[in-house]
């Protein structure tokens, strides 16, 4: 199995509890510092984030207000064209813990390969709260959609049919990818949790029409 198919075969499987969740711990030891969150809410532009700039802001305001803003944060965002940028390079080694004490990943490795934390148990934004507490019975968010800008291996799109938003600048014409925080896709579990669909525009409404309101994902880089 090649690396690609690899990813997409671990990042399309259904939510599991991972080991390193639930496994032997200490309960005298420290939680984990704060590593990871999806934010609580959007910058309310649409897809116009003030470029990655405007987003890595965005998560380290949010950080800053839980009492983790001595972290370096930033968005997990790629760009595109001559300068793109991948997401998965700019978000440093790991371990990240959210803001719960569960460790999501140790590295990229896990990050990549076994991402069974990332779901709607886990993913919970910078408080520690569920990302949407409007689900319904069978854990269908009507908000659920993460923008990405990014390929389910983390690397940006090639030029061409924009998928960042104009690198992230837009409110208006062109379009986002995104991933499902929940991983699920109309009550289906196994949806990536870094790379779904696109949008169909970038606008505010454009966001919210197929599930989304502009939240990221952020993780602190150091």
């Known amino acids: ?29 420290e939680p984990p510092e704060l590593g990871f969150f999806i934010t609580s809410v959007g910058l309310g532009d649409g897809g116009n984030l003030g470029g990655l700039e ?4 965005h998560c380290q305001a949010l950080a800053a207000n839980v009492g983790a803003g ?35 990943a140790t590295n990229i490795e896990s990050l990549l390969y076994d ?19 409007r689900m319904d019975d069978d854990y269908d968010s009507t908000e659920h959609d993460v923008l990405t800008g990014s390929r389910i291996d983390g690397t940006a799109f090639p030029a061409g049919e924009d998928r960042t938003c104009n690198n992230w600048t837009s409110n208006n014409e062109g379009s986002a990818w995104v991933g499902h925080a929940d991983r699920y896709s109309f009550a289906t579990p196994g949806s990536p949790w870094n790379s779904s669909h696109g949008t169909p525009g970038c606008t505010p409404q454009a966001l919210i029409q197929v599930g989304g309101a502009g939240l990221l994902y952020c993780f602190a880089a150091d």
């Open 70 to 104: 001595h972290r370096t944060w930033r968005a997990y965002l790629s760009t595109q064209g001559p300068n793109a940028v991948n997401a998965i390079d700019r978000i440093g080694t790991g371990p990240w813990a959210n803001a719960n004490g569960v460790v999501m």
């Open 54 to 57: 405007g987003a890595d802001a």
């Open 1 to 29: 199995m090649n690396k690609n198919k690899k990813i997409i075969a671990w990042a399309a499987a259904p939510l599991l509890f991972s080991t390193f969740a639930y496994g032997a711990q200490d309960t005298n030891a």
């Open 115 to 133: 991402n069974s934390n990332f779901g709607i148990q886990f993913t919970v934004d910078e408080n520690g709260n569920p990302f949407d507490t």
